[in-house]
């Protein structure tokens, strides 16, 4: 378990119009961070434009859209603002990924494959090693003694502020088992 206090994670979410692999993604979050906090985390979070993924090759489905207004307009405002390509944020975001981290989302169905299928999309491969990929839910599914710290500030179904609550319970989870080991 402590070899893992070496290594660099990033906690991945995604906010999408679909669930399948080849949804439309509207914002990628993501936070580079280590298992002890002390250095500095990283985040990438950008909002992507709709309109701007090849036709035919994303998913799009009317029982997400149905989801996304149910939720608070702040929310939905936040989800549909983007302006960016989203060839350029896959570019940007291979960039910004840190070598040899390990990807960590929130069910290992959903957001990796779903970046993971955006880049093979346009034909370029992702930023991760496909050995270094973890699912937060089965971890913490494992441990449901651990709660979910409290983070003040930050708003549901936002791809970063997702990412935040998530990284802050999976420290929580490793730092419950490294003192369990001791």
Same mark, same amino acid.
């Given at each position: 378990?402590?070899?893992?206090?070496?290594?660099?994670?990033?906690?991945?979410?995604?906010?999408?119009?679909?669930?399948?692999?080849?949804?439309?993604?509207?914002?990628?979050?993501?936070?580079? &961070?280590? $298992? !002890?906090?002390?250095?500095?985390?990283?985040?990438? %979070?950008?909002?992507?434009? #709709?309109?701007? +993924?090849?036709?035919?090759?994303?998913?799009?489905?009317?029982?997400?859209?149905?989801?996304?207004?149910?939720?608070?307009?702040?929310?939905?405002?936040?989800?549909?603002?983007?302006?960016?390509?989203?060839?350029?944020?896959?570019?940007?975001?291979?960039?910004?990924?840190?070598?040899?981290?390990?990807?960590?989302?929130?069910?290992?169905? &959903?957001? $990796? !494959?779903?970046?993971?299928?955006?880049?093979?999309? %346009?034909?370029?491969?992702? #930023?991760?090693? +496909?050995?270094?990929?973890?699912?937060?839910?089965?971890?913490?599914?494992?441990?449901?003694?651990?709660?979910?710290?409290?983070?003040?500030?930050?708003?549901?179904?936002?791809?970063?502020?997702?990412?935040?609550?998530?990284?802050?319970?999976?420290?929580?989870?490793?730092?419950?088992?490294?003192?369990?080991?001791?």
């Amino acid at each position: 378990m402590k070899h893992l206090l070496d290594k660099t994670f990033v906690m991945l979410d995604v906010e999408t119009l679909s669930t399948r692999s080849n949804a439309k993604i509207l914002s990628i979050g993501a936070l580079a &961070f280590t $298992i !002890p906090v002390g250095g500095e985390d990283l985040t990438f %979070y950008k909002r992507i434009d #709709p309109n701007s +993924y090849k036709p035919n090759d994303f998913h799009s489905s009317q029982e997400t859209l149905d989801w996304w207004n149910t939720q608070p307009e702040e929310v939905r405002q936040e989800a549909f603002g983007g302006h960016l390509y989203i060839l350029d944020v896959l570019f940007d975001f291979y960039d910004w990924f840190p070598k040899d981290a390990i990807v960590i989302s929130n069910g290992a169905d &959903f957001d $990796i !494959p779903i970046v993971q299928t955006a880049y093979e999309i %346009y034909y370029t491969k992702a #930023p991760w090693n +496909y050995r270094n990929k973890l699912c937060y839910r089965t971890l913490k599914n494992l441990f449901p003694e651990v709660e979910v710290p409290t983070v003040q500030g930050v708003t549901k179904h936002n791809a970063i502020d997702d990412c935040i609550i998530q990284t802050s319970h999976f420290r929580a989870i490793i730092n419950h088992l490294l003192l369990k080991g001791n």
